[in-house]
């Protein structure tokens, strides 16, 4: 029987205005939000990044898949869409996605048959997607105030 190995994540922002900074991993990030929303347009806003995180991490599900399978993909692009109800965020309601739609294209000699396969399993594994399906614990463990 195998050991389980377990992957734990951190990630960390600090904002004193706009656009905010943040850091995995030593990967430095800016998260800013469009003017309308208080923010001066300079980076993608949280959400934005989340839509990204799908696409990316469906993307890479798709080539490990493929590269295992001896199925050539020359290019992958996924495109994440979705929106949420802007005035309901404005007055201060609890807002969220309700929907990502993923328009995926495969560039590949393969038959489409077996590129909607292997789709089908990345979809199956892809560690974002069963994230955001799942109904995922987040958890306020303290606030620090800092003089």
Same mark, same amino acid.
């Given at each position: 029987?195998?050991?389980?190995?377990?992957?734990?994540?951190?990630?960390?922002?600090q904002q004193s =205005?706009?656009? $905010?900074? =943040?850091?995995?991993? =030593?990967?430095?990030?800016?998260?800013?939000?469009?003017?309308?929303?208080?923010?001066?347009?300079?980076?993608?806003?949280?959400?934005?990044y989340l839509l $990204?995180?799908?696409?990316?991490?469906?993307?890479?599900v798709l080539k490990?898949?493929?590269?295992?399978?001896?199925?050539?993909?020359?290019?992958?692009?996924?495109?994440?869409?979705?929106?949420?109800?802007?005035?309901?965020? $404005?007055? =201060?309601?609890?807002?969220?996605?309700?929907?990502?739609?993923? $328009?995926?294209?495969?560039?590949?000699?393969?038959?489409?048959? &077996?590129?909607?396969?292997?789709?089908?399993?990345? &979809?199956?594994?892809?560690?974002?997607?069963?994230?955001?399906?799942?109904?995922?614990?987040? &958890?306020?463990?303290?606030?620090?105030?800092?003089?």
């Open positions: 029987m195998s050991q389980k190995q377990v992957l734990s994540l951190r990630a960390v922002t =205005g706009f656009p $905010l900074t =943040g850091e995995v991993r =030593g990967f430095k990030v800016t998260i800013d939000e469009p003017a309308i929303l208080g923010g001066t347009d300079q980076a993608p806003n949280p959400v934005e $990204l995180a799908q696409a990316g991490c469906l993307s890479i490990t898949l493929a590269q295992k399978k001896n199925v050539k993909l020359k290019n992958i692009k996924i495109e994440a869409l979705s929106s949420f109800t802007l005035s309901d965020f $404005l007055s =201060g309601k609890s807002t969220g996605l309700e929907q990502i739609k993923l $328009l995926v294209e495969l560039e590949s000699n393969a038959k489409l048959d &077996e590129l909607k396969k292997l789709l089908k399993e990345a &979809e199956k594994i892809c560690p974002v997607k069963n994230t955001l399906s799942a109904k995922v614990s987040v &958890e306020l463990k303290e606030v620090r105030k800092i003089s």
